[in-house]
């Protein structure tokens, strides 16, 4: 590939970070000058755009609870919003021939209709990068959106289908033995370990397993590989696996923007009918808005899920690329269409890094609904009379637990943000709820109670342990805070983040150890060495 994409890329988002937007503005910019220095889309950049997606898709699923598509809020919501948005876009374009422009002009109502469904589309890519930016991928808005993008996925690959009249393979329903198969694929996961042979054993599930066979069988590919991944969510060297894929990832998108941009370079009519569409963003965002609302679901969740679905996706360009093909509408419409979702994301980003700010605006005007009418998983998290409460209840925090329970005698509470682990756990008989330390949302419904004396950090992140902190000092929390760390160097961040003690997990390990078996082999220390 020539040098010059890579210059263009890196300059690109230097002057987006620089401008204090997220790094994909600048690839866009670089994709459109690149275009308008004469440059073109090449196969070596559309292989690495598309690998960037199947990697996204496929990581997407690593991390997705499948339960969540069967939720009211996410499928339910998503099909009506679909519905209600092309009905409304249909008649907002038709007012917009009234502008005379050419192309708008010479459209007739199934220009309109497959135009209107187009728009109605999320990007994936989008959204999702937004969100891991942010780290709430996982926080109950995020999942919310990830859940309404996959379902739009769904939607387009059935139309995709349909309208091309070509039906998946007969042999496509030999995939559903992948099911069986899943089990034997997370052992495998758990066997190869990490480093080297994880990645390459998650590119071959993603890319062989998943897209090639999927795409032989005349099923998506994206589609192929966010199942495989899926299967493979429930075992626990999943999270490593997605961590492990995510610079590649990351590398291979920058391809995926520089391509959209490098796609088409408008004339004046073309990019003013562009901006035109550009209105129906927020048109869009309103019904997010008021279908998330009638799942009765915080304004702060309907306003970030809604500003995370607010753009247009590059689904949009495949369809609106085999309408041309099928020569439903102008071809002109894909060089607007291209125009239309690059700006979206341009316009799209800074709206996401001000969400918060623009979630406190908004709810001074928005109505909220009292918390017992709340959606369940939208509702304050009550502490009860614990007086300890455990973030993470891995071994050390099932140990904690055991211990301040059974020798202490004091309320404990342990958090985790893993469901099974938590159900697993109810069933135990240990007291738990579900909740992730570094999800926003967490702290934003977290109702303390003022008996509280003292909490344990015992996740594995350090980020998330850090994180708990600073929010716990933030709400002026009068306890002692205690965390564990994996290496040392991570001690000191968590001293001056005011934890009251920090234990080094290998360090009392051994420390522990040494202690048992001195005991054991009748072992004392020197008297001038014992504590007085």
Not at 11 to 24: E, F, I, K, Q, T
Request: proline share 4%; aromatic share 10%.
């Amino acid at each position: 590939m020539d040098p010059v994409y890579i210059l263009a890329a890196f300059l690109g988002g230097l002057g987006a970070m620089l401008l204090r937007l997220p790094p994909l503005v600048g690839f866009l910019a670089a994709g459109f000058a690149l275009n308008a220095l004469g440059y073109s889309l090449t196969p070596t950049l559309e292989t690495l755009a598309n690998l960037g997606v199947t990697l996204l898709l496929f990581t997407i699923g690593l991390k997705l609870d499948v339960r969540t598509l069967l939720r009211g809020e996410v499928w339910a919501g998503a099909s009506i919003h679909m519905l209600l948005s092309s009905v409304l876009l249909v008649l907002v374009l038709s007012l917009f021939k009234l502008t005379g422009l050419t192309l708008l002009q010479g459209s007739n109502l199934q220009t309109l209709l497959i135009l209107a469904f187009a728009l109605s589309f999320s990007s994936t890519v989008f959204a999702v990068k937004v969100l891991e930016e942010r780290s709430e991928a996982q926080s109950f808005y995020g999942r919310l959106a990830i859940g309404v993008l996959i379902m739009q996925d769904i939607f387009a690959v059935l139309f995709l289908s349909v309208s091309t009249g070509v039906l998946p393979s007969p042999w496509a329903v030999l995939l559903f033995l992948l099911l069986p198969a899943a089990p034997l694929l997370r052992q495998l996961l758990g066997r190869v370990g990490h480093g080297e042979m994880q990645i390459l054993f998650g590119v071959l599930l993603a890319l062989v397993l998943g897209y090639a066979l999927f795409d032989a069988l005349g099923v998506k590919g994206d589609l192929g590989a966010l199942i495989i991944g899926m299967l493979l969510a429930p075992h626990a060297a999943s999270y490593q696996l997605a961590k492990s894929l995510f610079h590649m990832k990351e590398l291979f998108l920058v391809g995926f923007f520089l391509s959209i941009g490098l796609t088409a370079l408008p004339t004046l009519e073309l990019l003013g009918l562009s901006l035109l569409l550009l209105l129906l963003m927020p048109l869009k965002s309103l019904l997010f808005m008021a279908v998330f609302g009638f799942f009765r679901l915080r304004t702060r969740t309907t306003t970030l899920a809604t500003l995370s679905l607010s753009n247009f996706s590059e689904f949009g360009l495949i369809i609106a690329a085999l309408a041309a093909s099928q020569g439903w509408f102008a071809p002109e419409w894909l060089v607007v269409l291209s125009l239309t979702v690059a700006l979206s994301f341009v316009l799209a980003a800074p709206l996401n890094a001000t969400s918060e700010q623009l979630y406190h605006w908004l709810d001074q005007y928005l109505p909220s609904l009292p918390p017992e009418r709340l959606h369940p998983a939208d509702r304050p998290i009550e502490l009860g009379d614990a007086q300890v409460v455990i973030m993470g209840m891995g071994k050390i925090g099932r140990g904690a637990y055991e211990r301040v329970q059974q020798h202490y005698r004091l309320p404990v509470l342990g958090i985790d943000n893993d469901g099974n682990k938590v159900r697993l756990l109810q069933e135990k008989g240990y007291a738990v709820i579900e909740g992730d330390a570094v999800d926003s949302d967490f702290w934003e419904k977290l109702i303390a109670c003022d008996q509280m004396r003292m909490v344990l950090l015992a996740m594995p992140s350090h980020h998330g342990n850090l994180y708990a902190l600073g929010q716990l000092r933030n709400r002026s929390f009068s306890g002692k805070i205690a965390a564990v760390v994996e290496y040392p160097a991570e001690i000191e961040a968590l001293k001056k983040g005011g934890a009251d003690a920090v234990f080094h997990v290998y360090s009392e390990a051994g420390i522990g150890f040494a202690d048992d078996a001195a005991a054991v082999a009748g072992l004392t220390a020197p008297a001038e060495d014992r504590p007085s």
